[in-house]
């Protein structure tokens, strides 16, 4: 096993934010005294770093013309090591480097937890509750790293595939030495924590914001979708059902309906309704610093695949996913799903921080989850009934939009076609809904790693460059720093 040093995991000036109530120790810690500071220090325990900039490594984006391009995102782009440092945002350093600090903000409640006075069963209860959050947070941030950092789980393999350190206590000195262990045992600890965390939860003490914490909703969607990479379909039905049970269009989002319909015509309006916490598909919602949502930079979908993606269904519907959307550079689109938004550093000033309200967990996923389980035990009927969900609330402007697997047969041209089995055909087409339904949201980068897809860029009139099924660059590489700091190996190519 690998050792390394995290950096950016002490409390330093991540903790601006809680100085108004919270003294500073001599080496910058803080004092966590009660639990009303604990339960104020958590919500630093989401990563502020947004997974969507892993869509420019995916077959979604083009290059872009008349947008700015900085060297990091041509070498994303070009599924190259990025050298920019944790710094620059939208970059996988950064997003390992906050995600760890997020992480770090955990243990730190956790480390504190248990040498809290409590007086009152209130105070047991919201000290379980914070507890709860802290484990879920702790997880998924881990979760997340392992999923972008080391190769997909694999049950052949995870025992020997090296991971990512799983960091438990907080740094008591400015390096602290980690280990790097395996995918198996990273899911192993991811699991401890996600079941006990989902085990202690208690909303009650969100005092009307639990959209932005790991409600049970979400900490349900979570299992599920760690169960799904993980393989284990029946776990994963468990927490899907638990979620959606018998009527899962309540989780979905309606495009159809006259409140989306009205809101198309607003820049501003449209995203806000998407991300909105009243929106019952949303299940977690979480702040991100980036620049993903900005029409001016990186890379956008290629103007003619937005359309032919959107009208390619079997019903010759018109899918209300499409619009609305921006115009990007000159020869891309991208989907209005994000509010452009920015905090600026103090009143009178015109610099500070652009960000969006990213949505981590939703009701659309878990269905695509049970989906894909249901797929894998043979259970058609079960897929078809929940993509049937999707249909009648994505699609207008036909009479009969019954899906079946005749007419999807058909849309794949595989009627006479034995060799391309029922089952074949209902996986493209719930991974083809499934990319409609995330575009540039950050999720198909991971469909991408766990079905080992091939990848083509182009260039304009420059050629084109494929990434392959098993190629080496799907993991992404471990910062540079980390590597020359504390001597951790580095990702193969």
Not at 176 to 202: C, K, P, T
Not at 407 to 425: H, K, N, Q, T, V
Request: aromatic share 12%.
């Amino acid at each position: 096993m690998n050792k390394t040093y995290l950096l950016a995991l002490v409390l330093l000036s991540s903790l601006a934010g809680c100085n108004d109530f919270l003294d500073e120790n001599p080496d910058n810690r803080v004092e966590l005294d009660d639990l009303d500071k604990t339960a104020q220090l958590v919500t630093n325990a989401y990563s502020i770093a947004s997974p969507a900039f892993t869509d420019w490594m995916t077959d979604d984006f083009v290059y872009t013309f008349g947008t700015n391009i900085r060297p990091a995102h041509d070498q994303m782009y070009r599924w190259e090591d990025v050298t920019a440092g944790p710094d620059e945002q939208d970059t996988p350093d950064f997003f390992w480097y906050e995600t760890y600090n997020a992480i770090a903000h955990a243990n730190e409640v956790l480390a504190v937890l248990d040498e809290l006075p409590v007086e009152s069963d209130e105070d047991i209860a919201q000290k379980k509750a914070i507890e709860a959050e802290a484990l879920l947070t702790r997880a998924y941030g881990h979760f997340m790293i392992v999923n972008l950092f080391a190769e997909h789980y694999n049950i052949n393999t995870a025992s020997s595939d090296d991971g990512i350190p799983y960091v438990r206590a907080p740094e008591t000195t400015f390096l602290a030495e980690y280990e790097r262990v395996s995918v198996s045992r990273v899911y192993s600890l991811i699991e401890d924590d996600l079941l006990d965390g989902l085990d202690g939860l208690d909303e009650s003490f969100f005092n009307n914001s639990g959209k932005y914490h790991f409600n049970r909703n979400a900490a349900l969607a979570f299992a599920s979708r760690f169960y799904l990479y993980k393989g284990d379909m029946v776990r994963c039905l468990q927490y899907s059902n638990e979620l959606l049970g018998s009527n899962p269009a309540a989780f979905v989002r309606d495009f159809t309906s006259d409140e989306y319909n009205a809101a198309k015509s607003s820049i501003t309006g449209y995203p806000q309704l998407y991300s909105s916490p009243e929106e019952t598909a949303n299940l977690l919602l979480m702040r991100k610093v980036s620049l993903m949502q900005r029409t001016d930079y990186a890379f956008g979908v290629e103007e003619n695949f937005y359309g032919d993606l959107f009208s390619s269904n079997p019903f010759g519907a018109t899918d209300e996913r499409e619009n609305p959307a921006l115009v990007k550079g000159q020869n891309a689109l991208f989907p209005l799903r994000y509010e452009s938004l920015f905090e600026r550093s103090s009143l009178n000033s015109n610099t500070g921080t652009p960000y969006h309200i990213g949505i981590m967990f939703r009701g659309e996923e878990v269905l695509f989850n049970r989906i894909e389980a249901n797929l894998y035990g043979g259970k058609l009927d079960a897929c078809l009934a929940d993509l049937q969900v999707l249909t009648d609330r994505r699609y207008t402007g036909v009479a009969d939009l019954t899906l079946s697997l005749s007419m999807l047969r058909s849309f794949y041209g595989a009627d006479d076609e034995p060799s391309f089995s029922d089952a074949d055909i209902v996986l493209n087409y719930m991974l083809l809904e499934k990319r409609k339904e995330f575009l540039a949201q950050g999720q198909r980068w991971f469909d991408i790693k766990r079905y080992g897809m091939s990848v083509q860029h182009g260039f304009g009139d420059a050629g084109s460059i494929v990434l392959q099924p098993n190629d080496l660059r799907k993991v992404l590489q471990i910062p540079q720093s980390a590597q020359d700091i504390g001597g951790l190996e580095d990702n193969p190519r």
